[in-house]
């Protein structure tokens, strides 16, 4: 009996460290909100460059500057979800549902979920990096050929169907566990209507 409760205090002490282990990614979210400061400085870099060069750009140069812009948004929106999410998901429980300001993308966010958001981000970003090269197609073209913009086209598409593909898994994996806890409550209720008979 002595030995079998040593085993016991030992499983109990494992387990509770392996779940303390979640920590261990608090660290890495830090260091994405320091990456977000300093991708806030570059933004107001080439903000501050394009404000120099407004007179003296041409009309799809200064589209092009504001679309890289738009680029280092929709990246900090990303590094946001990834940071607010995967910490709320799997570290700790945020506690902001009372909060005036909460997210509407933080609502009944799970693993899955975050999935999706991130896919469809990934999508938006190189849609974004698509539209710049077709603005200026012929610069691109000398750049990278007819080929890399095949590769860039190609590249896009795939975010867009393993996004596709990823919410059409969560819908499938939702209305399964949906549906299997309907058919538990229904057998419950038959047991007990039968159990009244």
Known sequence: MAQDSGIKKFEN?????????????????TGLILGSFLY???????????????TTLHETEMMLRIL???????VMNLVVMVTIGGYSIFT?????????DKPLWLEDLDAGQLKIKLATSLASISGVQL??????????EQKAGAEGIIIEIVIHMVFIISALLLAQTEKITHSYK???AAALKFGDGTKEEEDEH
């Open 13 to 29: 002490f494992f387990e509770g460290f392996m779940f303390w282990s979640r920590w261990v990614q608090a660290p890495l979210y």
């Open 40 to 54: 806030l400085v570059k933004f107001f870099q080439e903000l501050y460059h394009t404000f120099q060069q407004t």
């Open 68 to 74: 890289g812009l738009v680029d280092i948004s929709m």
């Open 92 to 100: 700790s429980r945020i506690d902001v549902d009372s909060h005036e």
């Open 131 to 140: 539209l710049k090269t077709f603005i200026d197609y012929r610069e691109a």
């Open 178 to 180: 949906h549906g299997h």
